[in-house]
């Protein structure tokens, strides 16, 4: 059966002045044709054969809005004794077909709307309609029974929106509590073979992961002896999505380099960026939660000949003739004392190591512990308590060592990636995107700065105004980063990530949780597994609160260590947001939609 809209044909006007059907006399179509009315008009159709009609209407008052069932009608009138029987059914799949586009194309209704005929009450009743008043019914949830056909009917429509299979999902959770308890007479008997029926259907559902997932996790969530739902469960072990969401696959191999070698950096001297930073992140990984699921990595110094892939020689050299001395200052923000030079090649090599044992295949995550910080650096000058560069010396050197031709660059920290930026930006071989907040430190990352020659469309800013939490990074990771790193296919994604979107952070004013570093990392986690294999670096940066970093840092790392995907029903969540409600995002995305179609 299909509902479709009423194709406007003559063999189609024949087939309703043949089959008599109330309301939908030839003449009320021609005069809805003529009115400019015919997009409410539905018909269902069986093997071509119209069996059924929809005639619907926006009932509206002050502050209100209702979709309503103007008039529906089934097959009837007078049969020869050779013609089939009229299906059964006809009914369900139009008030079903009225649901799915209530979702998707009235949304601004509050309900479905009808007023009653008496002897269809029967009807409204077992789908869910609720008596309002002497003949008004209203439908806001359906009945199991109709759930079910709304089902069937969206696992053959791949286009519907997150949101709706997000709704459905809910709604079949909702329905399967009522197997919590047991059928005491017929009617509830008959219920519950309903919930069955609809639950079976859930579980089956390939087109929308999540309504399978959803109706699993109501199974799971029933008190009553799960043997008495083997047969449901074994259905749902039959759907992909499910075992995927369910049965945790191999834990990742996750590689951790640090050393305490990293406190020796502006040793003895008061600062933003000190010690306390690497000790906290260190505690973190000594984490109980943590025992026995990471391979700690030795780093090694950084050379002056791998140091020139990104950095001027004058620049390494100036740096290196800080050695030794009690303190040098770079600018305002950033100094150096006696072995800060020693310090910062041990961070480059740091990360050297780490990505050497993705690419290898003996880690497929890692993260790298390291100070000082590195992506502000630009290849002439330190910026920002920055002195070399880390994620992007670890990058040339996955070119050099390697030969890799696409690389993804990540940034979360708070502020601009303006180091990776001016590294790349006229080269199509490293794709770079940040999400930073703007304005602030160091200036730049405005939406126009898109990359040069080669690399034009290369460099993806997300400049955010002060204040954005959790679910928008979550956003922009899901509709910008995701379909870019789809279209773009990197080898490998390293990802400078800074604490300070924290919402305690003492330099920025974001509203990042905890519980959001562990989502995004688990997001992006997610993204790597679906493009490159499950290759994925972590690199701190920023973060200058030693609570942020150990509590953010231990989400971090925890998410790192469960295997894709992982928190499903939150990101699933994401993918039913809205992206045009943030404004930077929707323009970001309007940019760049000129150098990637997957943005169209």
């Known amino acids: 059966a299909l509902f479709i809209p009423f194709p406007f044909c003559l063999d189609a006007l024949m087939q309703v002045a043949d089959i008599n059907l109330e309301f939908f006399h030839v003449r009320f179509l021609l005069a809805c044709l003529m009115r400019g009315q015919e997009q409410r008009l539905f018909a269902c159709a069986v093997d071509g054969r119209i069996v059924?009609?929809?005639?619907?209407?926006?009932?509206?008052?002050?502050?209100?809005?209702?979709?309503?069932?103007?008039?529906?009608?089934?097959?009837?009138?007078?049969?020869?004794?050779?013609?089939?029987?009229?299906?059964?059914?006809v009914g369900r799949l139009l008030v079903s077909g009225t649901w799915l586009l209530w979702k998707t194309a009235y949304g601004k209704a509050r309900e479905i709307v009808l007023d009653s005929e008496i002897g269809a009450r029967r009807f409204y009743?077992?789908?869910?309609?609720?008596?309002?008043?002497?003949?008004?019914?209203?439908?806001?949830?359906?009945?199991?029974?109709?759930?079910?056909?709304?089902?069937?009917?969206?696992?053959?429509?791949?286009?519907?929106?997150?949101?709706v299979a997000l709704e459905l999902g809910e709604l079949v959770m909702q329905r399967i509590k009522r197997l919590r308890r047991h059928s005491r007479n017929d009617r509830e008997r008959a219920l519950h073979a309903q919930v069955e029926a609809m639950a079976q259907t859930a579980l089956s559902s390939c087109t929308y992961p999540a309504i399978a997932t959803a109706a699993t996790r109501g199974l799971l969530r029933c008190r009553r002896s799960l043997s008495e739902l083997d047969h449901l469960l074994t259905v749902a072990s039959q759907n992909p999505a499910v075992r995927k969401a369910f049965i945790p696959g191999a834990a990742p191999a996750v590689g951790v380099v640090c050393d305490d070698r990293f406190t020796q950096h502006l040793e003895n001297i008061f600062h933003l960026e000190n010690a306390k930073r690497y000790e906290a992140i260190r505690s973190v990984l000594e984490d109980p939660s943590l025992s026995g699921k990471l391979t700690r990595i030795a780093p090694r110094a950084a050379t002056p000949a791998e140091l020139v892939w990104v950095h001027t020689p004058a620049y390494i050299d100036r740096v290196a003739q800080t050695a030794g001395r009690p303190l040098t200052s770079f600018d305002l923000d950033t100094q150096t004392t006696e072995k800060s030079y020693e310090?910062?090649?041990?961070?480059?090599?740091?990360?050297?190591?780490?990505?050497?044992?993705?690419?290898?295949?003996?880690?497929q995550r890692g993260f790298a512990a390291v100070r000082p910080p590195g992506h502000h650096a630009e290849p002439d000058r330190s910026m920002g308590f920055c002195l070399f560069n880390n994620t992007a010396l670890g990058t040339r050197y996955l070119q050099r060592r390697h030969g890799l031709k696409r690389i993804m660059v990540v940034d979360i920290d708070a502020h601009h990636g303006n180091g990776a930026q001016a590294v790349f930006y006229d080269t199509d071989e490293v794709l770079c995107v940040s999400i930073h907040q703007f304005p602030g430190f160091p200036g730049t990352g405005k939406l126009g700065e898109v990359g040069r020659g080669k690399g034009e469309g290369y460099t993806v800013n997300v400049p955010l105004r002060k204040g954005h939490g959790d679910g928008d990074f979550l956003c922009i990771l899901h509709f910008l980063v995701r379909p870019l790193a789809k279209a773009y296919q990197p080898e490998i994604i390293l990802v400078p990530c800074g604490f300070d979107l924290w919402l305690h952070d003492r330099l920025a004013e974001m509203r990042v949780s905890a519980e959001g570093y562990g989502l995004m990392t688990a997001l992006l986690a997610d993204i790597a597994a679906e493009v490159c294999g499950g290759r994925i670096a972590f690199v701190m940066e920023g973060g200058y609160s030693a609570e942020g970093i150990r509590e953010c840092g231990l989400r971090v790392l925890q998410s790192l260590c469960r295997p894709s995907p992982s928190n499903l029903e939150t990101l699933q969540k994401v993918a039913a947001d809205n992206p045009g409600r943030l404004g930077a995002l929707k323009k970001a995305i309007e940019i760049h939609r000129g150098y990637w179609d997957v943005l169209k």
């Open 52 to 89: 059924g009609m929809l005639f619907l209407a926006l009932k509206t008052a002050l502050f209100y809005s209702g979709l309503e069932i103007k008039y529906i009608a089934t097959l009837r009138g007078r049969r020869s004794d050779d013609e089939a029987t009229p299906p059964r059914g």
């Open 125 to 163: 009743e077992h789908h869910g309609f609720v008596s309002k008043g002497a003949h008004r019914y209203v439908l806001s949830q359906p009945s199991p029974d109709l759930l079910r056909t709304i089902l069937m009917m969206a696992e053959n429509c791949p286009g519907l929106p997150p949101k």
């Open 343 to 363: 310090t910062a090649c041990l961070a480059v090599g740091a990360v050297f190591n780490l990505v050497e044992e993705i690419w290898s295949g003996r880690i």
